[in-house]
């Protein structure tokens, strides 16, 4: 199976800040990779896929880079509402796989 | 807009089968995806995938639930169902069901999802 792995696991920043969560893959995905929102007691949220496409309704704040093993998911402009758990999902190889999350506190 | 819900027992007994149903509403069952999922979470913790089934009824399951899962649709209710016999502590989670998109197997990613059943295995 191929893991995902991310960094940092929590991390607290302000309104206005911009952060940086990575995710790195045991092996070559390509870009193959997918991120989620998840608030506590909620279904996680898609977000992104192929590594850096937005899915529609998704602000403009978010963005993803990456490609290969080394991933990053950046919001620039912390928003309040951004609180949550993120998680990385690779869709290169079967099985399918989840990185850990990243617990972001605003 | 897809919506979907799960639904089933919330306590399973070790050693039974847990059954779910994933009820999808708001599109058409058949147009709106060819795959169909689901996806764990157990107790403060991360997201496993636990399979998915395509519309030609080919079933794509995780080598870790080691033979035990059975996903199926049932077309004419527009529902799909899991399956997961011998369940034992480990298998206490929240279960989701999803709506896999991208394109072929296992080129997917999930959106949207139900907003999840608590499930207990205990005596």
């Known amino acids: 199976d191929i893991q995902m792995t991310q960094s940092p696991s929590s991390l607290s920043a302000s309104v206005g800040d911009g952060v940086t969560i990575t995710c790195r893959a045991s092996?070559?995905?390509?870009?193959?990779l997918n991120w989620y929102q998840q608030k506590p007691g909620k279904a996680p949220k898609f977000l992104i896929s192929?590594?850096?496409s937005l899915q529609t309704g998704v602000p403009s704040r978010f963005s993803g880079t990456g490609a290969g093993t080394d991933f990053t998911l950046t919001i620039s402009n912390l928003q309040p509402d951004d609180y949550g758990i993120y998680y990385c999902?690779?869709?290169?190889?079967?099985?399918?796989?989840f990185g850990g999350g990243t617990q972001v506190e605003i | 807009q897809l919506q979907l819900q799960e639904s089933g027992p919330g306590l399973v007994k070790p050693s039974e089968t847990l059954s779910l149903t994933c009820t999808v509403s708001?599109?058409?069952?058949?147009?709106?995806?060819?795959?169909w999922g689901w996806i764990r979470q157990p107790p403060g913790k991360g997201l496993e995938w636990l399979g998915s089934?395509?519309?030609?009824?080919?079933?794509y399951y995780n080598p870790s639930l080691n033979g035990r899962l059975t996903v199926s649709v049932d077309r004419s209710k527009n529902q799909f169902s899991l399956k997961l016999a011998s369940v034992t502590a480990a298998d206490t989670a929240i279960y989701y069901c999803?709506?896999?998109?991208?394109?072929?197997?296992?080129?997917?990613?999930?959106?949207?999802w139900g907003q999840g059943i608590q499930v207990i295995v205990s005596s």
């Open positions: 708001g599109d058409s069952f058949t147009r709106s995806s060819y795959y």
């Open positions: 089934v395509y519309y030609t009824g080919t079933t």
């Open positions: 999902q690779q869709s290169s190889t079967f099985p399918l796989t």
């Open positions: 192929g590594a850096s």
């Open positions: 999803v709506r896999p998109l991208g394109g072929l197997f296992p080129k997917l990613w999930f959106d949207p």
């Open positions: 092996q070559n995905i390509n870009r193959d």
